[in-house]
C-alpha cells in the first residue's frame, strides 16, 4: 500500500496550491480518502474528507468555500485544491485513506508566508 502526496511547496497569502495524493495496493473506490494537516506544535487535524463515489464531503470550517476535495478513481487519485490560502494554513498535508484498515502517506508541507 502506497499513498504518495504531492503539489506542496511556498506561496504567498491569497495565492492556491493543488495537492495531489496517488494511491497504490488496494481498491481506492472503496475507502474514504481524507486530508489531513498538522501545524508544529499542533494536533493533526482533519481538514476534508470525501466518500468512495466522490459523492459525500465534508470540511473542517476554517476552510469552507477556500478549499475543494476531489477525487479520481480512475486515476486512483485524490486531490485538495486550496485558494486564497492564509498563513495559519501552514502545515504538513497528510493524505489518509480509511475503510476498514487506515493508511497514511508522508506528508506534504505547505507554507504560507510572504
Known amino acids: 500500500v502506497q499513498l504518495v502526496e504531492s503539489g506542496g511547496g511556498l506561496v504567498q497569502p491569497g495565492g492556491s496550491l493543488r495537492l495531489s495524493c496517488a494511491a497504490s495496493?488496494?481498491?481506492?473506490?472503496?475507502?474514504?480518502m481524507s486530508w489531513y494537516r498538522q501545524a508544529p506544535g499542533k494536533e493533526r487535524e482533519l481538514v476534508a474528507a470525501?466518500?468512495?463515489?466522490?459523492?459525500?464531503?465534508n470540511y473542517v470550517d476554517s476552510v469552507k468555500g477556500r478549499f475543494t476535495i476531489s477525487r479520481d478513481n480512475a486515476k486512483n487519485t485524490v486531490y485538495l485544491q486550496m485558494n486564497s490560502l492564509k498563513p495559519e494554513d501552514t502545515a504538513v498535508y497528510y493524505c489518509?485513506?480509511?475503510?476498514?484498515?487506515?493508511?497514511w502517506g508522508q506528508g506534504t508541507q505547505v507554507t504560507v508566508s510572504s
Open positions: 489518509r485513506a480509511s475503510r476498514i484498515q487506515t493508511y
Open positions: 495496493g488496494f481498491t481506492f473506490s472503496s475507502y474514504v
Open positions: 470525501i466518500s468512495g463515489a466522490g459523492g459525500g464531503t
